[in-house]
């Protein structure tokens, strides 16, 4: 982790959890995060738990994501999600692109861009999650993807926007399998993102953006990755269904900052 850059630790919870559940686990990540300084914090509940889950947070450092939203604000989009309610509910970050998202409900990524640029014009900050499959790490195309994903999800954001842009590196393959990338890896693509967003923007831009590391995060692995210097936090998945295990992570990403 890059000294200037406040790293981020985020949760997806993806379907998980009702709102009982959910206002609870809120309840404990609060009491448990209450003393962590240098380190953001954020939980993407399910959408039906959103408002609730927002009263817990309310005036404390843990803040309120969401795990997908519409490009527009309002209308005929049956089962969609507006920006503006997203705002409105509390949400401060969207996770955008995330591989299932893509996967099993076909987003691609000039999807992914209007909903990135509409989150930006909302005043959301924009996670944007890139990856590459197996089948493409194997073959070597994993920069190319990579590099695709960032590119077209990005395009259209002007430089001043992109203080509202996160980068999430989520090799679907290490998804919910047990299988982190080893540190050197996740750092080897966390350094091409950057390099790759300083000659899209520029380097001063590209120093200043946190680029999440995602996939089978977990107490056990976490100091190693955050000891990288180009990871700057991360984005869990089934390790931050428990506080124990999200507040230990929470903790490691907070002591490395420290130091
Ligand atoms: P995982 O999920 O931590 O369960 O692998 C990460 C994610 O999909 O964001």
């Not at 982790?1 to 406040?6: D, S």
């Not at 993806?14 to 709102?19: I, R, S, T």
């Not at 590459?132 to 954001?157: F, S």
Request: hydrophobic share 45%; proline share 2%; net charge negative.
């Amino acid at each position: 982790m890059f000294a200037e850059r406040t790293s981020l630790v985020m949760g997806n919870w993806k379907m998980n959890g009702g709102v009982a559940e959910s206002v609870e686990l809120a309840r404990e990540l609060v009491a448990g995060a209450a003393h962590l300084t240098q380190v953001d914090i954020a939980v993407a509940p399910t959408a039906l738990s959103l408002t609730r889950v927002a009263d817990v947070l309310a005036g404390t450092q843990v803040e309120l994501a969401s795990q997908n939203m519409h490009f527009e604000e309002s209308g005929a989009f049956t089962g969609e999600i507006s920006p503006v309610h997203l705002k409105e509910s509390g949400c401060r970050y969207a996770i955008l692109g995330h591989s299932e998202r893509r996967q099993l409900f076909g987003e691609t990524d000039a999807l992914v861009n209007r909903k990135l640029r509409s989150a930006l014009n909302h005043g959301l900050h924009a996670v944007l999650c890139v990856g590459e499959t197996l089948e493409e790490r194997d073959a070597g195309r994993t920069g190319a993807k990579v590099e695709r994903q960032i590119t077209e999800g990005l395009a259209g954001v002007r430089d001043e926007d992109l203080g509202g842009v996160v980068i999430a590196y989520e090799p679907i393959w290490a998804i919910g399998t047990g299988r982190t990338a080893s540190p050197d890896q996740a750092q080897e693509v966390h350094a091409a993102i950057r390099t790759l967003v300083g000659a899209l923007y520029d380097r001063s831009i590209a120093d200043g953006l946190r680029v999440l590391y995602g996939g089978s995060v977990k107490p056990a692995n976490i100091e190693a990755l955050i000891a990288c210097p180009d990871i700057d936090g991360a984005l869990v998945g089934g390790a931050s269904l428990k506080a124990e295990s999200f507040l230990t992570i929470c903790r490691s990403v907070a002591d490395a900052g420290a130091s």
